[in-house]
């Protein structure tokens, strides 16, 4: 099953295995929004928008329409 940056859960680490450029902006690929990074939700903001994220060691806050565009493995913790 493919999931997305939308679909993780607080707490829960993912690896980027696909990132469509087309949608995201090129700032959040340069603070490593790049396949093979891992990335956490740290914490969602209230009506779950946007997620405050911790991608590679950079925290980052992003919309949910935005997410929704890079794909994730979920890590078995």
Known sequence: M???LADI???QIGIITDVS???IP???LEM???PGNSVELVQV???ADPMYLNI???HLAIRKET???VLIDIADV
Request: hydrophobic fraction near 35%.
């Open 56 to 58: 590679n060691g950079t």
């Open 2 to 4: 493919k999931y997305t």
């Open 26 to 28: 090129l700032k959040l």
């Open 21 to 23: 450029s087309i949608h």
């Open 32 to 34: 490593g929004c790049l």
């Open 9 to 11: 859960k607080r707490g």
């Open 45 to 47: 903001a209230p009506f």
């Open 67 to 69: 997410a929704i565009h």
